[in-house]
């Protein structure tokens, strides 16, 4: 039997018999792991007994929910840059994990969900806790796997991980039966993957259409960039804001690719879509050539697609081939990696400045601000807005915080209005829309991000999806604060009863229980406030506290968040109020 | 790229070499059922090389709507290639068996005459029934059930389509470089799935 205390993998003899629990746990510590998120069972069992001999060197954060797990994974993965990595049983403990697979697969998160099975002889008898995982999830996977042999464990993490992390970052789940995690074989080594021959994760870079790109942004006179999370997942940052400066080009953001450049960059010229600035939308349909780097032009971005942008030449870059001209079709169709493709393209365009159309982007800006902005963020009386509770905490954490939002009226207040001086600081759920996401998200991200502030912003409705994820905190002792923004209503829900459903609110007055007391019960310091005086002392208490904290604001209860583009209309079509 | 594709739906033809694992017929229906489209014939069987898969799909649609199906495809992890062609750019087959009354035919002049006309072939020929196949395009084929109808037609069964497409070298020397380079490996399947009785469950 293999001494498992502190021996590194490398030093195990070449055939040594181990189960495939074991063989399952040496490949995750060979993968870099240190970090995994997880609820044991009945069908999970022995890859938990495998994990309690390596429990120093694997910090399992105990969930209370699979759904806390695997949205605590992503947080991880999306404050790190790594992996995540989620452990749950058969049956219920894997369908648990449905969301957040969804979730990742839209998002491009990359994940290893590790789910025990039933024994192999008793797949399809409907044993207990048995459920067809590999059939559930393959909708809302990047790949899955079923293993029912111990030797096959390590060729299929090592693929999950490599299949996981590389080309367009997605979930993969593996599905283990139990008879392969305690079957014994002749463990090899394990051996990390980088190729799979039907799998080609980059696209090759075609250097014409890099010479075709670069020849229309040299023509274009109103060219526009438009950037995604593919800045953030392709490590691009720096090349990006390199190409940004050296054209002069201004350029919006979608809420995936937030913090990719500084909000305060001069060239940065806001949110794109449904509840993004004024300018960057409308201007969406002035421009002569728009440049869409590492964003799919979800429905939420672009409106009524057949009015949108009908007048500009369009440059895609994605590495996600099946991407370009799905929705927007492209002029020219950049495939590849922008971390290649940008600086081939820098290379070849000229230096330039777009003073005067730049200038149009601040004079939208204005008119945003006297409309909105200057309202929402400094009211002069009434009762606290979402918008000046972000801007407080903008002052006092300077942008250095890493900001994990729910979804909601205050996820759109959250993105729109919070300053991100860092890359990987914007962590929502964005092409789902989960509500629950935030709170165990916040929990993961600061694991992967030991030394920053993180705070959750969440709303009351989606707090109460995912709130047993206090407990997880309690136990694992993480320091996450907690901003709740209450405004005792399903507010985005009810925004668009007001505005569509001729304020029909159905079913949207939300009762919450008192949270600070929640909070304490679960030994976590809290504070509940509604007045404008206390919101700054009560911000400074919650970053200052040593620990957890929750702090829950009372929000005006009918606040809308504008501007907005309603469902169905053009972007140019942004309503201010 | 900004040519102005034709809007009309017609019938398009996808190929589809894939590995030969479980669950990646899931993983391609899926495409289409989630975006609620219908198959109308569905073909896989092994190709010239051992390991890899040949799916022949069938789809009523618009070259757009194929166009991105096949890039959804193309991006599943175990396929490796996926082309999509009109029915002018394929030759392509299916083969039907129509069971009949032998007696008919045996005492139908008629009948026998008409198998001939449309190049049915025998393939069993019992006491009670005998089995014929044709192959061809569905019109063909559907003919033949409209002709046997009247005499006695007991069963029908048509195979989904198969397609080679016309202007292509074909995949057969890249799959060969491609398996020569990288051998495929062996599908896993349940050995214990037998064994029910013999394992001790818990």
């Known amino acids: 039997m293999l001494t498992k205390e502190k021996q590194a993998p490398e030093l195990l003899e070449e055939t040594k018999p181990i189960t495939g629990a074991e063989a399952l746990i040496m490949g995750l510590l060979e993968e870099g792991v240190d970090t995994i998120f997880g609820y044991p069972g009945g069908a999970i069992m022995p890859i938990y007994d495998a994990l309690y001999d390596y429990r120093e060197k694997l910090n399992h954060v105990l969930v209370r929910h699979e759904q806390g797990g695997i949205h605590a994974g992503q947080g991880y993965a999306r404050s790190s840059g790594k992996v995540g990595v ?7 403990g894997a369908t648990n994990l449905i969301t957040g ?6 998002d491009s998160t990359p994940l290893v969900c590790i789910t025990g099975q039933v024994f192999a002889h008793l797949l399809g008898t409907d044993a207990f806790q048995e459920a067809d995982v590999i059939s559930i999830t393959t909708p809302v996977t990047k790949w899955n796997h079923q293993v029912t042999d111990a030797s096959e464990i390590c060729d ?12 367009r970052p997605g979930p993969v789940l593996i599905d283990i039966t139990k008879n392969a995690q305690l079957q014994k074989f002749d463990f090899k080594g394990y051996t990390c993957c980088d190729h799979i021959r039907s799998y080609r994760p980059k696209p090759i870079v075609r250097k014409e259409y890099i010479e075709q790109a670069a020849d229309l942004i040299n023509q274009a006179q109103k060219p526009f960039v ?24 201004p350029a919006a953001w979608t ?9 305060d960059h001069p060239q940065n010229v806001g949110m794109l879509g449904m509840h993004g600035n004024y300018g960057p939308n409308v201007m969406t349909n002035e421009c002569d050539v728009l440049i869409a780097i590492g964003m799919r032009f979800d429905d939420r971005v672009t409106g009524r697609l057949d009015k949108y942008a009908k007048q500009a030449k369009v440059i895609h870059l994605d590495i996600d081939p099946s991407e370009i001209s799905k929705n927007v079709t492209a002029t020219v169709p950049v495939w590849g990696d922008c971390k290649e493709t940008l600086p081939l393209l820098t290379a070849l365009v000229e230096e330039k400045k777009h003073t005067e159309w730049l200038e149009k982007f601040n004079e939208y800006e204005q008119k945003e601000v006297e409309a909105v902005i ?24 300077q942008g250095e915080a890493i900001i994990v939002t729910d979804v909601g009226q205050h996820q759109m207040v959250a993105c729109r209005y919070a300053k991100l001086n860092h890359t990987r600081s914007n962590i929502t759920s964005g092409g789902l829309g989960t509500m629950g996401f935030a709170l165990p998200a916040a929990i993961g991200a600061k694991f992967g991000a030991q030394d920053r502030t993180v705070v959750a912003v969440i709303g009351d409705g989606g707090f109460q999806m995912t709130l047993q994820e206090l407990g997880t905190i309690m136990q694992s002792g993480v320091d996450v604060k907690i901003l709740i923004l209450n405004n005792q209503f399903l507010g985005m829900v009810r925004q668009w009863q007001e505005l569509f459903h001729e304020r029909r609110y159905s079913f949207v007055d939300i009762t ?10 679960y030994g976590i310091a809290g504070r509940s406030i509604s007045e404008r005086d206390d919101l700054k002392g009560a911000l400074e208490q919650m970053l200052n506290h040593k620990g957890s904290f929750l702090l829950e604001v009372m929000v005006t209860k009918e606040n809308n968040v504008f501007p907005m583009v309603p469902q169905g209309c053009s972007v140019s079509e942004i309503r201010l109020k | 790229m900004t040519d102005q594709k034709p809007v009309e739906k017609q019938e398009y033809n996808i190929t589809v070499y894939t590995e030969n694992q479980v669950g990646l017929l899931n993983r391609i229906a899926i495409i289409f059922s989630r975006r609620k489209l219908n198959i109308e014939s569905f073909n896989s069987s092994p190709s010239e090389i051992e390991g890899i898969h040949r799916f022949n799909i069938v789809i009523h649609e618009t070259e757009e709507v194929v166009r991105k199906i096949a890039g959804q495809i193309e991006k599943q992890v175990e396929v490796l290639k996926v082309y999509y062609h009109t029915n002018e750019d394929v030759i392509w087959q299916e083969m039907a068996l129509y069971k009949v009354p032998t007696d008919v035919i045996a005492e139908k002049a008629v009948v026998e005459r008409l198998l001939r006309e449309n190049g049915a072939r025998a393939v069993v ?23 046997l109808q009247p005499f006695g037609l007991i069963e029908f069964v048509r195979s989904a389509r198969i397609a080679i497409i016309k202007d292509s070298e074909g995949f057969n020397r890249k799959l060969r470089e491609f398996e020569k380079k990288e051998p495929g490996h062996e599908v896993v399947e349940n050995e214990f799935l037998n064994n029910r009785d013999k394992v001790f469950t818990m």
């Open chain 1, 86 to 92: 989620v452990f749950a049983t058969s049956g219920p």
């Open chain 1, 101 to 106: 697979l969804a979730d990742a697969l839209i």
């Open chain 1, 156 to 167: 299929t993490l090592a693929k999950a991980f490599h299949i996981a992390r590389s080309g």
């Open chain 1, 226 to 249: 438009l950037w995604g999370q593919g800045v953030i997942l392709g490590a691009a940052e720096k090349e990006f804001k390199a190409f940004i400066e050296k054209t002069g080009i």
């Open chain 1, 255 to 263: 809420i995936m690719g937030a913090g990719a450049l500084p909000s």
């Open chain 1, 374 to 397: 200057q309202d929402e963020l400094f009211p002069a009386s009434g009762e606290l807005t979402m918008g000046e509770v972000i801007q407080q905490l903008n002052e006092l954490t």
């Open chain 1, 512 to 521: 919450s229980p008192n949270f600070v007391t929640v909070a304490s019960g």
């Open chain 2, 125 to 147: 020929i019992r006491k009670d029934y005998t089995v014929f196949e044709t192959t061809g395009h569905r019109e063909e084929t559907d003919n033949l059930i409209k002709v």
